[in-house]
């Protein structure tokens, strides 16, 4: 190992390593980029982007960030942030949870499944998971609770649910991974169209199958007359969140938007069902206009200080240290690409889905794509692995989320046991999209032809 690669080595430990301090990601990927950059020049190590004293990587680090920010793909990151958080309040999800519980709340497990089906499509119109798991707690778990249902299986139910929206379009987590990967959004949506609607039903039929095993988990409530009434009311509170998804994901899958535009498409319909609603006052917009501002700055601070962290580390060699290390395993190339989930799924337990997006998987994909893998299968993989990290102690933010709005009885230990069954779904579902790539692949080619 070179001292370049033995530097790179470092700089990535101590990267890890500095996470745990709760010091802000951003100033650590930032200034680990500039320290290692100083240590190489003292060291007169070959860092690929400076020579002698022309200051080149000043000027390589300026153009990057510069390319970050007019990249017109990352428009669409504030856009779709903005339409979940109007959606959070304007009472659509509301609406939803009423009339779905009318009708399925006399089956067993049916006030879970009715969460189940809201948050599927929070989550095609959402993709924030601090706002889907906080709006599905307070609307579900006092219900839940009321009725009867265990607590680890209500509280395991909403985190499990709430973080699909990170995986079903629009998503801000893939649109990051397309920028990241050099893909086309459209592409990497539809590849994961199928995997997230996947994971809602497998979550369906576990919920079923505790309501027949442990009826006592998951009671059937006694309902009104399913009449035409129950059913109108239902098409009413379906209506509005059904338009938008067409909306925003029709005219991204049907060429008629791109990712950008769709997004602006999506934010102005949010903005227009709050208004038709009347249920926004100026006070709660500015509170989402501050709230869209707040999460689009943490997120591009993050992004600035892994393009820093990467240009550095990959200087120094430590993609083709890692490409070695990967490529030297015992094993073929599934194998490879396990080892590489294995590590992402533990590393998940550790490190934000952001940290995992922006450093992990630009230095991991070339090696796969090398192998002769899809690089649309591979980067689903991948989501779904970073999906499960938001339900992992000690970092899963959904649990945090959670917790910080469930109702009293409501502890750690219940939201843990809770979440348990579907970590366990999840890794089946992975283990199912990696077999049977169709899975993922399937769209894109029906939508654009082999």
């Known amino acids: 190992m070179s001292p370049s690669e033995m530097l790179a080595l470092s700089m990535f430990l101590s990267f890890i390593g500095l996470v745990f301090t709760g010091f802000p990601v951003a100033w650590v990927l930032g200034g680990l980029a500039v320290l290692y950059t100083a240590l190489a020049i003292v060291l007169e190590l070959d860092i690929g982007f400076y020579t002698g004293v022309d200051w080149n990587y000043t000027a390589l680090s300026v153009d990057r960030i510069w390319n970050v920010m007019e990249n017109w793909v990352m428009v669409a990151l504030p856009m779709f942030v903005f339409m979940g958080l109007l959606l959070d309040r304007s009472g659509v999800a509301r609406d939803l949870l009423t009339s779905v519980a009318r009708l399925l709340g006399p089956v067993r497990g049916g006030l879970a499944i009715t969460i189940t089906v809201i948050g599927l499509l929070l989550a095609a119109t959402t993709g924030i998971i601090g706002a889907s798991v906080v709006l599905l707690a307070l609307l579900g778990l006092p219900v839940m609770t009321e009725h009867g249902y265990d607590k680890s299986l209500a509280a395991g139910t909403v985190c499990a649910v709430g973080t699909l929206g990170i995986l079903i379009p629009p998503s801000i987590m893939l649109v990051l991974m397309a920028d990241r990967m050099a893909m086309s959004v459209g592409d990497l949506f539809m590849g994961a169209l199928l995997p997230g609607a996947m994971l809602g039903g497998m979550y369906i039929l576990y919920l079923l199958g505790v309501g027949l095993i442990k009826p006592e988990h998951a009671p059937a409530i006694p309902g009104e007359p399913i009449d035409l009434a129950a059913v109108w009311d239902l098409v009413k509170a379906i209506i509005p969140a059904a338009g938008l998804i067409m909306a925003v994901l029709g005219s991204i899958f049907f060429g008629l938007a791109t990712p950008t535009e769709a997004a602006g498409v999506g934010a102005a319909g949010a903005l227009l069902l709050a208004l038709a609603r009347g249920g926004l006052s100026g006070s709660e917009f500015r509170q989402v206009l501050q709230e869209t501002t707040r999460t689009t700055a943490f997120i591009f601070a993050v992004l600035l200080g892994a393009t820093a962290f990467s240009l550095v580390l990959r200087g120094l060699g430590g993609d083709e240290l890692i490409e070695r290390a990967l490529l030297g395993l015992p094993f073929e190339s599934n194998g490879i690409v396990i080892c590489i989930l294995l590590a992402t799924f533990l590393l998940g337990f550790f490190l934000d889905w952001i940290e995992l997006t922006l450093i992990v998987l630009p230095l991991v994909s070339p090696v796969v794509i090398n192998l002769g ?78």
């Open 373 to 450: 893998f899809d690089p649309v299968w591979f980067t689903v993989l991948f989501a779904v692995c970073l999906q499960t990290s938001f339900l992992t102690p000690p970092v899963g933010f959904a649990i945090f989320y959670l917790r910080g709005v469930a109702p009293e009885g409501f502890d750690v230990a219940t939201i843990y046991r809770g979440v348990i069954p579907f970590i366990i779904i999840q890794l089946i579902g992975l283990v199912i999209i990696f077999q049977w790539q169709a899975v993922v692949t399937w769209l894109p080619a029906q939508a654009y032809g082999p």
